[in-house]
């Protein structure tokens, strides 16, 4: 279980709750897991965490999302597997990622939140592309508001119902706010919008 990280997310302010406003309206959390090396002890938890979830699986490389990048160097340092990371500048793969492949490399996705699939899709076809064979995606954060991803395994440390409940049953979240969360999560899942879910 990774539910010991709720706390070491929630003292960092990693994860709030409240009533934040974003681009595409309002939303009862708010989510800077781009932070996470801000606190190096907790992200030394979080990989270890996440080192735990990859055990046993077919791995020749790690390919981090761009916002993933400090999570993917740790995880390689932790595992000796050979990190291939995204510039983030939505270019074709063969520019866009940045690491040693060629074909036939298992691989695993990493990225912090997961959340709106759609730019995922294609990336990991992209990656796919170029020899990385995408068969897992690892996120610290599921917010539990996506389809199912054709041909990939999603692994989370954490999902945000399991945040939610969590806090709740220890009195840490107010049972009004929890609801909004819990409400915020159904009207995704009902009415998904682009970019709506975007942490």
């Known amino acids: 279980m990774t539910t010991h990280l709720i706390p070491l997310l929630m003292e960092t302010g990693l994860v709030q709750f409240g009533r934040f406003q974003t681009g595409a309206g309002t939303r009862p959390f708010l989510l800077s897991l781009d932070y996470l090396p801000a606190y190096p002890d907790v992200l030394k938890q979080v990989t270890q965490a996440a080192v735990r979830e990859l055990d046993g699986l077919a791995i020749h490389r790690l390919v981090a999302t761009a916002d993933a990048v400090p999570l993917g160097v740790a995880l390689s340092l932790a595992t000796d597997l050979s990190l291939v990371y995204s510039r983030g500048q939505r270019e074709e793969a063969v520019y866009d990622l940045v690491g040693a492949y060629n074909i036939g490399h298992a691989a695993v996705l990493v990225c912090t939140v997961l959340a709106d699939i759609g730019p995922l899709l294609p990336f990991i076809a992209a990656a796919r ?71």
């Open 129 to 199: 592309r170029v020899g990385l064979e995408i068969h897992t995606l690892l996120a610290v954060l599921d917010l539990d508001i996506q389809d199912a991803i054709p041909d990939v395994t999603v692994k989370s440390l954490l999902t945000l119902p399991t945040v939610i409940t969590a806090l709740s049953s220890q009195g840490v979240l107010p049972a009004g706010q929890a609801q909004a969360v819990l409400e915020w999560i159904q009207a995704q899942r009902l009415n998904p919008r682009p970019g709506a879910a975007s942490p």
